[in-house]
């Protein structure tokens, strides 16, 4: 298994899983019109990372902008890691980054951290 | 074209109601982020909230378009079919308009134009509760959208969807949808 790297461009998210260190980052704008096949890949990753019990994990969602179709990708993600964390002695942390005056963005993070059991950390920048 | 069209006319009202972006055609991942980004260029510089949901409602729009519309176009660099439709933004001193309007199978019309008045009567926690449902619902078979894109149109600008239907013929309707976002005072 490798690290995963997607480089973020136009309605692209930049993608950094590290296998090494357990921080997997994406970042940037995600509007993809079609959010099941570009999550695919990561997906994967993903599920074979988690495959894998007992890994810390640090998640770093450092997002300017997604579209409504990502944010099921992202509730599907968060579904993940809960169920890694309560059946396979996962540490998760999820650190969601919001610009200081973005005030959608933050209550969007609010809003995933009431649906699922994870340690959040809401971090203006 | 109708020999009484007169491409000034329809430049004039263009002017005349502040309006800052139009496309017609199919619209592209490639377009709409160009589209996408000018918009966001031009309407962050009053406040940066509202630049950022004029961008977004810009996008769901748009991306409703690519993906409903039942007018399409072969997209070669996407390899399939992609919607046809009109987008079009305006600015006033107190607010912006971002509408869409494209064709629709008239089969679907009454199906839409209930969810529109549904969630238009929606207050904030019911909107909230509603988009979280939604959200948490199986995906469609039949479409890669989240369906959650009408809601969030309106909890980000607090208005209410104005939908408007207009006959095309036994099949076709368009539908127009424009969304009102007030800036602040």
């Avoid at chain 1, 921080?23 to 990561?42: D, K, N, W």
């Avoid at chain 1, 942390?93 to 649906?115: C, H, P």
């Avoid at chain 2, 309007?101 to 209930?114: A, F, M, R």
Wanted: charged share 25%; proline share 3%; aromatic share 12%.
């Amino acid at each position: 298994m490798e690290n995963l790297n997607i480089t973020g461009e136009n309605y692209i998210p930049a993608v950094n899983f590290d296998l090494a260190t357990g921080v997997l980052e994406i970042a940037g704008e995600s509007y993809h019109e079609y959010t099941i096949e570009f999550y695919q890949p990561i997906f994967n990753w993903l599920n074979a990372y988690l495959s894998e019990p007992n890994r810390t994990i640090t998640f770093n969602f450092r997002m300017t902008y997604y579209n409504t179709s990502t944010s099921r990708r992202f509730l599907e993600i968060f579904d993940l890691l809960e169920e890694y964390q309560n059946e396979k002695g996962g540490k998760v942390t999820v650190n969601w980054y919001y610009q200081k005056d973005d005030v959608d963005m933050l209550e969007s993070g609010e809003e995933y951290s009431e649906d699922v059991d994870l340690t959040f950390n809401l971090l203006p920048y | 074209m109708d020999k009484d069209f007169k491409v000034y006319n329809f430049y004039k009202q263009m002017q005349v109601n502040s309006v800052i972006l139009s496309f017609k055609g199919a619209v592209s991942q490639d377009l709409l982020s160009r589209l996408a980004g000018s918009l966001k260029k031009k309407s962050i510089k009053d406040d940066p909230n509202i630049g950022r949901r004029v961008f977004g409602i810009f996008i769901e729009l748009s991306q409703n378009v690519h993906l409903h519309s039942a007018e399409k176009s072969y997209s070669l660099a996407e390899d399939r079919p992609i919607g046809v439709g009109f987008l079009l933004v305006s600015e006033a001193d107190d607010c912006y308009w971002v509408s869409s309007s494209n064709l629709i199978k008239k089969e679907k019309v009454t199906h839409v134009n209930q969810r529109c008045a549904h969630i238009n009567g929606l207050d904030e926690e019911g909107l909230k509760a509603f988009y979280k449902e939604q959200r948490r619902a199986p995906q469609r078979t039949d479409s890669p959208g989240a369906n959650i894109g009408l809601i969030e149109m309106v909890r980000k600008s607090g208005n209410p969807l104005d939908v408007q239907f207009f006959d095309v013929d036994s099949e076709n309707s368009i539908i127009t949808l424009t969304v009102k976002l007030d800036k602040p005072r």
